[in-house]
Each structure stands twice: as C-alpha cells, then as structure tokens.
C-alpha cells in the first residue's frame, strides 16, 4: 500500500467515525448549554421569589399570608399590600414567559409545578385573589388567562369535600 492509498483510507476512516461523532459531541454540547441556561433561569426566579418572601416577612402587620382575613387596613396599609400584590405578579408573570411551556417535561416539569404551587397558594388567599382582575391588567394575554383559569381551579371545591 503505498502513501496515497494510506491517505484515502485515512480520509474515509475520519469521514465515516469522526464526522458523525462530531456531529454527535456538538449537539450533546448545545444541549448541556441549553439545560445550564434553563437551570440558571430557574434559579435566578427562586432567589427572586425568595427575595420576595423576605419583603413579605418586612410587611408582617400586614394579612399577606392569611387565607381569610377580614382585618380592617389603613390606607398606608392598603397601598403597601397593593404594591407587594404587584410585585408578586411581575414576579408570576416573569415565571410564566420564562419557564411556562404546553409540553413541559423532565426537569423544566418539575421547575413549573413549583410555580404553579406558588400561584395556586397566594390565589387561595382572599386578599391577592380579591385583586386579581386589577393586578392583572396591562399584563401578558396568555400569563392573564392562564392565572384567571388557576384562579376558577383555586375556588372549585375538590370532589368530596365539604365547604363551608
């Protein structure tokens, strides 16, 4: 065998092996990109919603956390309840454009529903859930009926159990 047809069947070895392993390392590369950036996404709404949680315990004198609360707030209350309201819809909303697919699976499933527990959780409480319609306006068509909807699920009463 001399030089040239060493060559050529070198050629043909790389063509057939290396193009295709590659091809192979490029697109698990891009993929191991794509779930680093969907992870650091994920964790720069949990620390924001931490974050968020923090202004909450700051505002304790206020019915944030209460499911029912009939407690009479002042005006200087009110609008500091309003302000946090609006905050945590920025905040749902941000979630929602950032992590909300219809075919959510694996990982990006799981970062969802603990979203969706957060919504369904401050939309069970009369206060936020009171201001809805408000808070929501101006607000992304898609994010807006996807909170109305949970909202309708929220007040449902689960088969079987006795409202009051």
Avoid: C
């Avoid at 924001?48 to 505002?59: C, P």
């Avoid at 969802?112 to 527990?117: C, G, P, V």
């Amino acid at each position: 065998m001399d030089w040239m047809q060493a060559w050529e069947l070198s050629s043909y070895v790389v063509t057939t092996l290396g193009l295709p392993l590659a091809v192979i390392i490029f697109v698990y590369q891009e993929q191991r990109e794509r779930n680093n950036e969907e992870e650091e996404a994920y964790q720069m709404l949990s620390d924001a919603y931490i974050d968020f949680l923090k202004v909450v315990l700051d505002n304790a004198d206020l019915p944030l956390r209460e499911p029912h609360s009939g407690r009479a707030l002042d005006d200087e209350q009110r609008r500091r309840m309003q302000t946090i309201h609006e905050m945590l819809v920025s905040l749902f909303e941000r979630a929602y454009l950032v992590a909300w697919t219809e075919d959510t699976e694996g990982a990006a499933a799981r970062r969802w529903a603990s979203w969706d527990d957060y919504m369904r959780d401050w939309l069970s409480r009369d206060a936020f859930s009171a201001e809805l319609e408000s808070l929501l306006r101006g607000e992304d068509a898609a994010f807006r009926r996807h909170m109305l909807r949970l909202a309708e699920e929220v007040r449902r009463p689960t088969p079987g159990t006795v409202s009051a």
